[in-house]
C-alpha cells in the first residue's frame, strides 16, 4: 500500500489541529500495516514552482491545437509536474493535510494542485471525456477550521473543489475528517471537537487497512 501525504499547513504541530489530526491517522495506520510504504511532502519546505503561460502551453496546447508540439521552454516549464506525477502514479492513497483558509485551500496547496492536475499526467482528454492515468484508489481529505461548518455548507469553498476536480480525473472514493471550531475564543469546545476529529481519523485508518489488506 503506497501512500502520498501532501501537508500544506505551515504551523507548528502543537498549533495545527490537521497535523494532529494527520499524525494520528498516520499512526494507527503504522500499526495496523507496518509494511504501508509512505511519501510525505510539505509543502511549506518545498513549495510548489510558479505555474505559468510556458507550463499551461505545455500541458494543454497539444490538447487545444491539433499538431501542436511543445516548445523546449515549455517543456522546462513543466518540469516540477512532471516530477510530482511520476510520485502520484505509484500511489494507492493520497491524503491532503491543510487548515481551511479564507473559506477555501491554502494556496500552496492550489499551487500543487494546478501543477498535477494536468492532461497528459494523471488523465488524458479524449472525445468521450477523462482518462485516468493513475492508480489511486481513495483521496483522503485532513482539514482543520476556525468556523464550524455543516454538512453541503455553502461556505465551504474547499471540499467540493477538491472532490469534483479529482472526480474528474476518475476518482470519486473520498474520506473527509474535520476538526472544525477551532477558534477558542468562539468555541468552547474546540478541543472536544478536535477530539472526535482525531478518534475519526483513527477510525478510517483502521477502515482503509482492512480494505486495502
Request: charged share 25%; net charge negative.
Amino acid at each position: 500500500m503506497n501512500i502520498l501525504h501532501i501537508c500544506a499547513d505551515p504551523q507548528p504541530m502543537e498549533e495545527a489541529a490537521s497535523k494532529q489530526i494527520a499524525a494520528s491517522f498516520f499512526a494507527q495506520l503504522v500499526t495496523m500495516n507496518e509494511n504501508a510504504k509512505i511519501t510525505n511532502v510539505d509543502l511549506t519546505q518545498e513549495h510548489p514552482a510558479d505555474y505559468t503561460t510556458e507550463e499551461f502551453r505545455n500541458f494543454w496546447y497539444p490538447v487545444l491545437i491539433d499538431g501542436y508540439v511543445p516548445t523546449k521552454e515549455e517543456e522546462e516549464a513543466a518540469t516540477y509536474a512532471k516530477q510530482q506525477a511520476e510520485i502520484l502514479r505509484d500511489t494507492d492513497i493520497l491524503v491532503l493535510t491543510m487548515p481551511m483558509w479564507n473559506y477555501s485551500m491554502p494556496a500552496m496547496m492550489k499551487a500543487w494542485l494546478d501543477h498535477v492536475l494536468s492532461p497528459g499526467l494523471l488523465y488524458q482528454v479524449t472525445d468521450s471525456g477523462n482518462v485516468p492515468l493513475h492508480k489511486i484508489k481513495k483521496l483522503v481529505l485532513l482539514i482543520s477550521s476556525h468556523q464550524v461548518f455543516s454538512e453541503q455548507d455553502p461556505r465551504d469553498g474547499l471540499t467540493p473543489a477538491l472532490e469534483t476536480s479529482f472526480e474528474d480525473i476518475g476518482l470519486s472514493d473520498v474520506s473527509v475528517i474535520w476538526a472544525d471550531g477551532q477558534n477558542p475564543k468562539h468555541h468552547v469546545d474546540f478541543e472536544n471537537r478536535k477530539s472526535v476529529a482525531l478518534e475519526a481519523a483513527e477510525e478510517l485508518a483502521e477502515e482503509i487497512c482492512e480494505d486495502f489488506s
